[in-house]
């Protein structure tokens, strides 16, 4: 009961998707690469997901429910830590077939109308236990005389179930550690969240409603953790990372259960400092309550990658 699209079929060759379905390299019992629960390609749909990156592929299989067969470009470390946690092993598994990498952007970005984009690039290592992954963010401006030495920012993203009306919502704070700044900017003022807005993320002033979709912006998870945010490419074709983890991060159940039946996940963006590290949800919703009413938080809807 297998799903090979027509984009996967491109990469993995005929022969081999024939294989898959009639069932000869069908894995049978399978954990779904998106939710992380229990899956058999003999019982229900199953879609074939099949990660590319520089120089590795590999093939997984998911709910049909949850993704819709598809390629997913990743960068090759993050392909290598999909597999180290689904063997315990550096190389991949032996169904993962030979095939040329798809163009990606392995290093996240962080675009601005009109001027080069900050790129940030992954952090050495989480600062907080609370702040489950970071990376981090150039400011854009370079010292010179005696002007103030920006300081790196580091995006901490922080995940969180947040009750939006009566459902229980999967959401993703981000919070850099010092201000943003547009590159080429003369001044230092907290560009951040002006940034997110000219990208189509919008003022959030009531978190009893959910923020808006963000057409093109979508969550990739893989192995039940978060790899990566995507963003639309700016010459179009495949999405490219806007951020991405350093290392997979682990998402609670709670938070896999609840993205398991909304299908999306809500990005909630504040500037520096505005929300801070907060050890519990229903803390980190109350952060999230001030930041709104103090009309310094911006968001937006996303589905999960591929949906």
Not at 73 to 88: F, H, K, M, N, W
Not at 204 to 212: E, G, K, Q, T, W
Not at 274 to 285: A, C, K, N, S, V
């Amino acid at each position: 009961m297998l799903d090979v699209s027509n984009d996967v079929r491109a990469e993995i060759g005929d022969e081999e998707a024939d294989r898959l379905l009639a069932g000869d390299n069908a894995p049978g019992a399978y954990d779904c690469t998106s939710c992380r629960t229990p899956g058999n390609t003999e019982q229900e749909r199953t879609s074939t997901v099949l990660f590319v990156g520089q120089e590795t592929a590999v093939l997984a299989f998911a709910h049909a429910t949850c993704v819709p067969s598809q390629v997913v470009p990743v960068s090759e470390d993050q392909l290598r830590g999909a597999v180290r946690s689904i063997t315990g092993e550096d190389t991949a598994p032996s169904y993962a077939p030979p095939v040329a990498a798809a163009a990606h952007a392995a290093a996240p970005r962080f675009p601005a109308p009109a001027t080069p984009p900050a790129y940030p690039a992954p952090a050495p290592s989480p600062a907080s236990p609370a702040t489950a992954s970071h990376t981090s963010a150039p400011s854009g401006h370079a010292p010179s005389g005696h002007a103030p030495v920006p300081q790196q920012a580091v995006l901490g993203v922080t995940s969180g179930v947040v009750l939006v009306g009566q459902e229980a919502c999967p959401a993703l704070v981000v919070e850099p550690t010092a201000p943003i700044i547009r590159p080429g900017s003369p001044g230092h003022g907290d560009e951040f969240l002006q940034l997110l807005s000219e990208q189509g993320f919008a003022p959030v002033v009531d978190l009893s409603r959910p923020p808006a979709p963000n057409p093109g912006w979508s969550v990739l998870l893989a192995t039940g953790r978060l790899h990566a945010v995507l963003m639309p490419a700016p010459g179009g074709g495949r999405p490219v990372a806007w951020w991405q983890a350093h290392s997979p991060m682990p998402l609670s159940e709670g938070w896999r259960s609840a993205v398991g039946r909304t299908r999306k996940v809500l990005i909630y963006a504040a500037a520096a400092g505005t929300i801070g590290t907060q050890p519990r949800e229903d803390q980190l919703r109350a952060a999230l309550d001030r930041a709104a009413a103090r009309g310094a938080l911006v968001g937006a809807s996303m589905p999960l990658a591929g949906t």
